[in-house]
């Protein structure tokens, strides 16, 4: 048995095609929603994925700002920044890449973002609000996750899921939004003693663990949906996840590839919760004038 290829690309562009319409009836409406992005240094990848949101963001009618600040920049100089773009009614989501250079404290960056423009979903109000089942922009790498679950027919409910990694942006989050579509979660990382034991169990496992080809075929149930998260470099150079691919597919009912899984999910996630963000200010606009 090989698995099916889940096409996150394919997936991502219906979903964006979908976005690109409500943008368009804003638009008649006389609102364009604006997604704003700092990025601080020059890190190449940093560079590349800003590059890829702001092409996407402008392919969907969004206005793109993008403000560029040196290395150098003082952490007083990047709030005061974040503080400008929370004022301003044109910008409906800001995201600040990271990482951030070592001397800029990232938490106190993140905390800064108002939180109706956090379209990143990592503000410690959107994460509560996440946990506890309220409306709040959902992180989008899982968020992203879910909707690849959803329209590929991946049924959630009463399935075991898997993950490994604890990250906050990747693995903690996940975890809660498969809970609230009641699948039973278990979490796994680094330090768990014999992986495979809980690994071969998921019905769902979503891998997040940075580390290349980490996942093989002796983790994997026969028929279990694999989703790879990761992004890595093999001992080629070659693009790689964390789940070695040609493996664990022959044991896969479903299966990510690395890239074109995960990734352009992530970036179809920031564009629909700067699009929601963008509809509540309409909607609050509206009522504000009647």
């Known amino acids: 048995m090989t698995g099916k ?6 997936i991502g562009q219906e979903i964006r095609e979908e976005i690109k319409q409500r943008v368009d009836s804003l638009k008649e ?6 997604l704003a992005v700092i990025l601080v240094g020059d890190n190449q990848a940093s560079r590349t994925y800003v590059r890829n949101k702001e092409k996407s963001s402008i392919e969907a009618g969004m206005k793109s700002v ?3 600040l040196p290395e150098t920049v003082s952490e007083e100089d990047l709030l005061a920044q974040v503080a400008e773009l929370n004022k301003d009614d044109s910008i409906h989501g800001i995201l600040v890449q990271l990482p951030l250079p070592k001397h800029i404290d990232e ?9 109706d423009k956090d379209v990143d979903g990592f503000h410690p109000i959107n ?3 996440m946990i506890i089942g309220q409306r709040a922009y959902l992180s989008c790498t899982p968020y992203g996750i879910i909707k690849l679950l959803e329209r590929t027919g991946t049924e959630i409910r009463g399935k075991h899921a898997v993950i490994v990694g604890r990250s906050n942006i990747v693995g903690k989050p996940m975890g809660q939004l498969l809970l609230q579509r009641d699948a039973t979660v278990t979490y796994c990382h680094s330090k768990t003693e014999n992986l495979a034991e809980f690994t071969k169990q998921a019905d769902i496992l979503i891998v997040a663990i940075g580390r290349a080809k980490f996942i093989t075929a ?4 026969d028929g279990a949906v694999v989703i790879d998260v ?4 093999d001992e080629n150079g070659k693009l790689c996840g964390d789940v070695e691919f040609e493996t664990a597919k022959e044991k896969a009912s479903a299966i990510t590839p690395v890239p074109g899984g995960v990734g352009p999910m992530t970036i179809t996630m920031l564009l629909k919760n700067t699009l929601q963000s963008a509809e509540k200010a309409c909607a609050e606009g509206t009522s504000a004038h009647e």
């Open 230 to 233: 990761g992004m890595n470099r």
């Open 127 to 129: 994460v509560g609000k």
């Open 5 to 10: 290829l889940i096409d996150g690309k394919a």
């Open 107 to 115: 938490d106190l960056v993140i905390q800064a973002i108002d939180p």
């Open 66 to 68: 993008l403000i560029e």
């Open 218 to 221: 002796e983790h994997v149930k």
């Open 29 to 34: 409406k006389g609102m364009q929603p604006g």
